[in-house]
């Protein structure tokens, strides 16, 4: 079983900046892919970003330019770097783990931008 934990959510005001960490219980040095999702209230659950384990990206349209997926594999660790906050960005967000066989999810962190 691996476990995720999310780090590094919190109260911003618009215009800010804020980095969450996901580190995982196991080696991410041979994932498929890590990935962040976040879940506004009401709403479902949408992929923000991605990384594989070629250290390729991809963002979603409401995040590109402002959001940084990164990868430090001998931490066990993915961040996202926020940048220049909306209140649109206010939700969970939630780290994924896709290990081929099986795949796992954080708990998730409270990100809320402030108008």
């Known amino acids: 079983q691996v476990r995720l934990v999310e780090s590094g959510g919190g109260l911003v005001q618009a215009g800010g900046s804020l980095r969450l960490s996901c580190t995982s219980s196991?080696?991410?040095?041979?994932?498929?892919?890590m990935d962040w999702y976040r879940q506004a209230s009401g709403k479902q659950r949408e992929l923000v970003a991605v990384?594989?384990?070629?250290?390729?990206?991809n963002y979603a349209d409401s995040v590109k330019g402002r959001f940084t997926i990164s990868r430090d594999n001998a931490k066990r660790t993915v961040y996202l770097q926020m940048n220049s906050l909306k209140p649109e960005d206010t939700a969970v967000y939630y780290c994924?783990?896709?290990?081929?066989?099986?795949?796992?999810w954080g708990k998730g962190t409270l990100v809320t931008v402030s108008s």
């Open positions: 994924h783990a896709d290990y081929g066989a099986m795949d796992y």
């Open positions: 990384i594989d384990r070629d250290d390729n990206t």
């Open positions: 196991a080696s991410i040095f041979n994932v498929n892919a």
